[in-house]
């Protein structure tokens, strides 16, 4: 028989082998598991209360509810909510209860919990509450957005890190253990696969056993050669989840705060990762026109030539124009005064929302109209001495409010000077 890809002994993969079997081999995830940290505590008090474990792909989650169980001497069960229905919770509920008549607990793992539904996500409760199961749920995603309240006012929630530079070097130093040789990689080498990874430790060990796998004897493998052999994966993003709003945040704060290079950063980083650059441009133009304001007037028109430009080039040459955007309205001089006006404006209109406009400043149409008073002592602004007449514009017996109010700051210093000298003029007529 000839040998096939399914002959011979099955060998495990090699993040499988190199699973670590006690909290002190997992790596980057101190802030959770050292001596007086809260998993250890519950560890050495042998009592396990119900949590959430929220991070990235591959920093552990599985492998630290695995060991917990294992610590504490409960029957570990797992379930991905992506495969299992009500149905299958039932099953593990009633088995739970018949293993705890038994004397025996059940920590339940899920992961992905954020993809069971509300109603799902209730079936837990009762069990939870009364012990029949210690539930440890796993999520990529934020869990105040996709966990209900009801779950997780009964679970803590203990936030995983992903592996850092330290945490990659000392899972390389095991995986050379291992092997008894070290990779056929230079500094240069190990750098790109810990870029690779992005965090994720399980795909780097599977980066790093595709080295080991197709590397020729003696062979060291330079930059090029490893981006042939492993290919370049897209960072880890999805549009409609956490990353989505975390991202495009961080360039609004960048932006806000007036950083052209952390902005574009964040930029880069969006559109790298797949991210519909219209949905950027949206968010920038909602920027030209609430943080920067009249403070720059221009940034609005900027926001609309960048994006003109982007629908007419496309991508990769329209990104240039996007990324000039970025760059204008982070150096731009910021005021959202327009912004605060108009949420003040909007409450008074509608408190105020049936009284009509003063009666000199109606057009008079018909002579009816005129015999009631419609246009009467009218002022037209660029007839008088100043090019302002300084009549009331608000309805009658609606004391004048002061809405918009410009700062110091771009073009709104020009509005200011203006709007402080038709003040005065106001005044002075006032008096008259």
């Given amino acids: 028989m000839n040998d096939t890809l399914f002959s011979g002994t099955t060998i495990k993969p090699l993040a499988d082998r190199l699973r670590p079997q006690n909290l002190n081999d997992v790596v980057g995830q101190d802030h959770l598991l050292s001596e007086k940290a809260p998993l250890m505590r519950m560890i050495k008090a042998k009592k396990l209360t119900s949590f959430i474990l929220w991070g990235p792909p591959g ?22 909510a992506v495969f299992s229905g009500v149905s299958d919770l039932r099953k593990v509920f009633e088995t739970a209860q018949n293993r705890r008549r038994m004397g025996q607990g059940t920590l339940l793992f899920v992961d992905e919990i954020h993809r069971f539904n509300r109603s799902q996500q209730d079936a837990f409760l009762p069990y939870v509450e009364d012990g029949t199961i210690i539930l440890v749920g796993a999520t990529t995603e934020n869990p105040s957005f996709e966990l209900n309240s009801a779950l997780l006012s009964r679970c803590k929630v203990f936030v995983l890190n992903r592996l850092d530079e330290s945490a990659f070097d000392c899972l390389i130093e095991r995986v050379e253990t291992l092997y008894e040789h070290p990779l056929p990689l230079d500094e240069i080498g190990k750098n790109y696969i810990k870029q690779l990874a992005d965090g994720d430790g399980r795909y780097f060990l599977n980066l790093l056993e595709t080295v080991l796998t197709y590397a020729e004897p003696n062979e060291i493998l330079d930059k090029e050669s490893l981006e042939l052999l492993l290919q370049k994966r897209l ?13 495009i945040s961080a360039l609004h704060k960048s932006l806000r705060g007036s950083d052209p290079d952390a902005a574009l950063y964040w930029c880069a980083r969006m559109i790298t990762a797949g991210e519909d650059i219209k949905y950027i441009l949206r968010r920038l133009t909602r920027f030209a026109s609430e943080d920067v304001g009249l403070a720059d007037p221009l940034a609005l028109v900027q926001a609309h030539c960048a994006w003109d430009s982007y629908e007419r080039l496309g991508s990769p040459e329209g990104d240039l124009a996007v990324a000039g955007l970025v760059v204008y309205l982070a150096t731009a001089p910021k005021s959202i005064g327009v912004y605060r006006a108009w949420n003040r404006v909007r409450q008074v209109a509608m408190e105020t929302g049936t009284l009509m406009p003063p009666k000199h400043i109606l057009n008079a149409p018909t002579k009816l109209m005129s015999d009631l008073g419609y246009h009467q002592n009218y002022q ?19 004391p004048r409010q002061t809405f918009y109010e410009p700062l110091e700051r771009g073009f709104e210093r020009d509005i200011k000077k203006r709007l402080d000298y038709w003040n005065e003029l106001r005044r002075k007529k006032q008096k008259k």
């Fill in 59 to 80: 920093c552990g989650k599985t492998t630290i509810a695995r060991i917990l169980a294992h610590e504490t001497h409960l029957h570990f069960e797992a379930l991905s």
């Fill in 235 to 247: 960072p880890n993003y999805d549009k409609g989840q956490d990353s989505h709003y975390n991202l």
């Fill in 380 to 398: 037209y602004d660029p007839d008088t001495k100043d090019g302002f007449s300084g009549q009331n514009y608000f309805p009658d017996g609606m």
